[in-house]
C-alpha cells in the first residue's frame, strides 16, 4: 500500500486561529473537522450553526437568564430573611405567622430572581450580539470589536437617559468589554 505525500500550506498562509473567529477559543462550542490529518485545509470554512450571530445571541442570552436567577435567588433570599429596622416611636410590628411570612418571602424571592434573570438575558444577548455582529462586519475578532460592541451595547441601554448617560455608558462599557477581553485572552 503506498503512503500518500503529506500536503503542507504554503508557509505564507496565516494558521486558521487567526483568520476564522473564535476557533482560537477553547470554550466556545467545540466541534471536530473531518479532514484527515495531514491533508491541507481549505480556505472555505464550512460553517456550523454554532457559528452564526443568532445561534450565539440566543445561546448567549439562556445562559445569561440562568445565571441571572441564580443571582437573584442568591441575593433576594438575604433581602427576605432582614428583619425589620426598630425606629424609636414607631409601634411594633405584629408577628407574622411562619407559614404567612414563608409565602411573603417565597413570593418576593421569586419576583427578584425572574427581574434579575431578565436583565441579565438582555444583557448578555445585547453584548453576544452586538460582538458577533461587529467581528462579522470588520472580518476578524480583536480587542478593538469586542470594545465597539461594548459601547454600542451601553449606548443601547442608556437610551432613555439622554446623549450624555448614552456618553458615559458607550464608554464604560467599551472599557469594562476591553479590560475583560485582555484578562480572557490576553494578548491574542
Given at each position: 500500500?503506498?503512503?500518500?505525500?503529506?500536503?503542507?500550506?504554503?508557509?505564507?498562509?496565516?494558521?486558521?486561529?487567526?483568520?476564522?473567529?473564535?476557533?482560537f477559543?477553547?470554550?466556545?462550542?467545540?466541534?471536530?473537522?473531518?479532514?484527515?490529518?495531514?491533508?491541507?485545509i481549505?480556505?472555505?470554512?464550512?460553517?456550523?450553526?454554532?457559528?452564526?450571530?443568532?445561534?450565539?445571541?440566543?445561546?448567549?442570552?439562556a445562559?445569561?437568564?440562568?445565571?441571572?436567577?441564580?443571582?437573584?435567588?442568591?441575593?433576594?433570599?438575604?433581602?427576605?430573611?432582614?428583619?425589620?429596622?426598630?425606629?424609636?416611636?414607631?409601634?411594633?410590628?405584629?408577628?407574622?405567622?411562619?407559614?404567612?411570612?414563608?409565602?411573603?418571602?417565597?413570593?418576593?424571592?421569586?419576583?427578584?430572581?425572574?427581574?434579575?434573570?431578565?436583565?441579565?438575558?438582555?444583557?448578555?444577548?445585547?453584548?453576544?450580539?452586538?460582538?458577533?455582529?461587529?467581528?462579522?462586519?470588520?472580518?476578524?475578532?480583536?480587542?478593538?470589536?469586542v470594545?465597539?460592541?461594548?459601547?454600542?451595547?451601553?449606548?443601547?441601554?442608556?437610551?432613555?437617559?439622554g446623549?450624555?448617560?448614552?456618553c458615559?455608558?458607550?464608554?464604560?462599557?467599551?472599557?469594562?468589554?476591553?479590560?475583560?477581553?485582555?484578562?480572557?485572552?490576553?494578548g491574542?
Amino acid at each position: 500500500m503506498e503512503e500518500q505525500p503529506v500536503v503542507k500550506p504554503p508557509s505564507g498562509t496565516p494558521s486558521p486561529a487567526t483568520t476564522y473567529p473564535y476557533s482560537f477559543n477553547p470554550f466556545t462550542f467545540p466541534r471536530s473537522t473531518s479532514f484527515a490529518p495531514g491533508q491541507a485545509i481549505p480556505n472555505f470554512y464550512p460553517i456550523s450553526i454554532a457559528d452564526t450571530c443568532a445561534f450565539k445571541t440566543i445561546t448567549s442570552g439562556a445562559m445569561g437568564y440562568v445565571l441571572g436567577r441564580a443571582m437573584g435567588l442568591l441575593l433576594s433570599s438575604y433581602e427576605a430573611i432582614t428583619p425589620p429596622i426598630p425606629v424609636p416611636g414607631q409601634r411594633e410590628l405584629p408577628k407574622v405567622p411562619w407559614r404567612e411570612q414563608l409565602q411573603v418571602s417565597g413570593r418576593m424571592i421569586g419576583e427578584k430572581s425572574t427581574s434579575w434573570g431578565r436583565n441579565f438575558l438582555f444583557f448578555s444577548a445585547m453584548i453576544s450580539g452586538m460582538e458577533c455582529l461587529v467581528d462579522k462586519g470588520r472580518g476578524h475578532h480583536d480587542i478593538t470589536s469586542v470594545a465597539i460592541a461594548g459601547c454600542a451595547t451601553g449606548a443601547v441601554f442608556a437610551a432613555g437617559q439622554g446623549v450624555q448617560a448614552q456618553c458615559l455608558a458607550c464608554g464604560g462599557m467599551a472599557a469594562f468589554s476591553a479590560a475583560m477581553e485582555h484578562f480572557m485572552h490576553g494578548g491574542d
